[in-house]
T-cell receptor, first 115, second 110 residues
Framework: GAVVSQHPSRVICKSGTSVKIECRSL??????MFWYRQFPKQSLMLMAT?????????EQGVEKDKFLINHASLTLSTLTVTSAHPEDSSFYIC???????????FGPGTRLTVL | AQRVTQPEKLLSVFKGAPVELKCNYS??????LFWYVQYSRQRLQLLLR??SRESIKGFTADLNKGETSFHLKKPFAQEEDSAMYYCALRGTGTASKLTFGTGTRLQVTL
């Protein structure tokens, strides 16, 4: 149980385009989802915390207008990278807490490459 | 501010040798500490948390508040332990937010 999926697993896009990444909890309802970013050989950096039905809470230094997060249901959160630039190329990972639990379950990640 | 430090990027040990992956933290309150593991081509998964005081796959970790450390130990390394290990901290009242260390790659060789 407690599986989190991400789609797509990897995406390549042109500079200036927008990319949407989906994070789904497959067998549980997620009250809270988290979005992380990981650069090569570096740690996971929390970008934002999203709660179903409310606005996401962004970490300091993360542009909310560039990284749009929507958590429309208890099983789906989306991260949209708007007007992507090569410096946005990274590995994006989501995680989710199930209702009544504080354990985070991680998705497999999405590798974004912006040309 | 909360911070997690893993001083070693790579730890290489022989099979059967003891393992200690170091983790130090900085936090003004009472944190909750975790170890996460990422095997090759797999997602990050929880290995253990300090409040459980359990041994998972032979690994243990004790929270030492005096030394602000949460080192991960295993008496006899196995090949299948080769993976990336991340230490993480959650502070009180931070809505489950985790702060990760930079990770240590454990390489167990024959």
């Amino acid at each position: 149980g407690a599986v989190v999926s991400q789609h797509p697993s990897r995406v390549i896009c042109k500079s200036g385009t927008s990319v949407k990444i989906e994070c789904r909890s497959l067998d549980f309802q997620a009250t809270t989802m988290f979005w992380y970013r990981q650069f090569p050989k570096q740690s996971l950096m929390l970008m934002a915390t999203s709660n179903e039905g409310s606005k996401a809470t962004y970490e300091q230094g993360v542009e909310k207008d560039k990284f749009l997060i929507n958590h429309a249901s208890l099983t789906l959160s989306t991260l949209t990278v708007t007007s992507a630039h090569p410096e946005d190329s990274s590995f994006y990972i989501c995680s989710a807490n199930s209702v009544g639990s504080d354990t985070q379950y991680f998705g497999p990640g999405t590798r974004l490459t912006v040309l | 501010a909360q911070r997690v430090t893993q001083p070693e990027k790579l730890l290489s040990v022989f099979k059967g040798a003891p393992v200690e992956l170091k983790c130090n933290y900085s936090y003004s309150g009472s944190p909750e500490l975790f170890w996460y593991v990422q095997y090759s081509r797999q997602r990050l998964q929880l290995l253990l948390r300090h409040i459980s005081r359990e041994s998972i796959k032979g690994f243990t970790a004790d929270l030492n508040k005096g030394e602000t450390s949460f080192h991960l130990k295993k008496p006899f390394a196995q090949e299948e332990d080769s993976a990336m290990y991340y230490c993480a901290l959650r502070g009180t009242g931070t809505a489950s937010k985790l702060t990760f260390g930079t990770g240590t790659r454990l390489q167990v060789t024959l």
